[in-house]
């Protein structure tokens, strides 16, 4: 799978995550901003709704942040890059940004 499908796939599942347990982008960045996210918020924004591809790195801190948002108990796990990298690829995720 090439970096921009994972891209495409952590948002997809991030989305979902995010509308299931009916929190909003603003909490998320707020929360991805304190883990050292670097991207404004508009562009979290477009990266949810699959219209730009952010860099492994603050598409993992973006996941983390959600994971932290998120009751493990009713919601599942947001994937981090490296959760979605086929087992066959040596477990080794795209360059990171």
Known sequence: ???????REQ??????????????SHRLWLRYLG??????????EAYLHECLVLPARQRDLLA????TLLDPRVHPRVPST???VPPESGGRGPAEG
């Open 1 to 7: 799978m090439d970096d921009d499908a994972l891209a």
């Open 11 to 24: 948002a997809r599942r991030l989305r979902e995550a995010l509308e299931r347990a009916v929190i909003g």
């Open 35 to 44: 883990l050292g996210g670097r991207e404004g918020e508009l562009e979290v």
């Open 64 to 67: 983390w942040a959600a994971n």
């Open 82 to 84: 490296r959760d979605l």
